[in-house]
């Protein structure tokens, strides 16, 4: 099982510790024994990153592909890997690994393969059903919050879903911090209002104007979240969104910007 899996899992295994809730118990006694959650995580993972189906699920990890797909659904309600991701953050924030002088915004769009909730037509995909996963990151790339909507839903609709979204992490000295000092844009997000709002918040907006600039002028400092999004799609069952229910699919990009964090905390 170990070749199946990434190496920083085993490493990622301490962290979420923390972040997974105890194993429900049945008073009368009896049922099937639970597997691990270590073994149930090394499963979940290898489906993320492999984008094979739980039914392919290699046997030797234990878990079948059924039993892994329930715990996954039962972690995903209890909101377990926003929680992981968000503890891989604190322990960068607190290590002086986040920088929050220059973090941007961006989003990028997924075919969904089965109808579910956050789906919608996609207008640069002939209007076939899709999602989109919208991410902020830090400075240098690394990703602060997520969230996921229909493939219809303009970019302009996120940025401050996405900015509230940004949980309080830790810092090396001082409080907590949840706000950028500026965030950058391309030219979807170019509207007066979300100006006054980011400035209403103290943060200084970098957001390109249209007729005016040409998208290139913020090249220089976007293209790391669009690399973001290529390391995204290491996570290859994004690739397509197979998934019905929708937090199931915000699920694996919690998954994968968990481990993308991991990366860098592990060098």
């Known amino acids: 099982m170990e070749r199946l899996v990434p190496d920083e899992l085993w490493e990622l295994w301490e962290l979420f510790e923390r972040v997974v809730p105890p194993a429900p118990t049945r008073p009368q006694g009896g049922g099937r024994r639970r597997y691990g959650n270590r073994e149930v995580l090394a499963a979940i993972v290898f489906v993320a990153t492999s984008g094979c189906t739980w039914k392919q699920l290699p046997p030797s990890f234990g878990p079948s592909g059924p039993t892994a797909h329930r715990r996954f659904s ?8 926003a929680r992981l991701h968000r503890l891989v953050l604190d322990e960068l924030g607190a290590r002086g690994d986040l920088d929050w002088s220059r973090c941007a915004i961006d989003s990028v769009n997924m075919r969904a393969l089965k109808r579910g909730d956050l789906t919608g037509p996609n207008p640069v995909d002939r209007g076939k059903k899709g999602s989109k996963i919208h991410l902020i990151t830090e400075r240098t790339g690394l990703p602060v919050s997520v969230g996921i909507s229909g493939a219809n839903l303009h970019d302009s609709q996120a940025l401050q879903p996405l900015v509230r ?5 830790r810092s ?15 030219k979807g997000y170019d509207y007066d209002y979300l100006r006054r709002w ?4 103290g943060i200084t907006h970098r957001i390109a104007r249209k007729g005016i600039e040409t998208s290139q ?14 390391w995204l799609a290491g996570c290859r069952r994004l690739h397509r ?3 019905r229910k929708a937090e199931h699919f915000l699920a694996f990009t919690a998954i994968a910007c968990a481990l993308i964090c991991y990366r860098r905390l592990a060098k």
């Open 172 to 186: 090396r000295r001082g409080p907590r911090r949840r706000k950028p000092a500026k965030l950058h844009a391309d």
């Open 217 to 230: 002028r913020l090249g220089r400092h976007r293209w790391k979240i669009e690399r973001t999004m290529a």
């Open 165 to 169: 979204g940004i949980p309080p992490i």
């Open 241 to 243: 969104r197979y998934e």
């Open 198 to 201: 980011l400035r209403e918040r």
């Open 74 to 81: 039962e972690w995903s309600r209890a909101r377990v890997w």
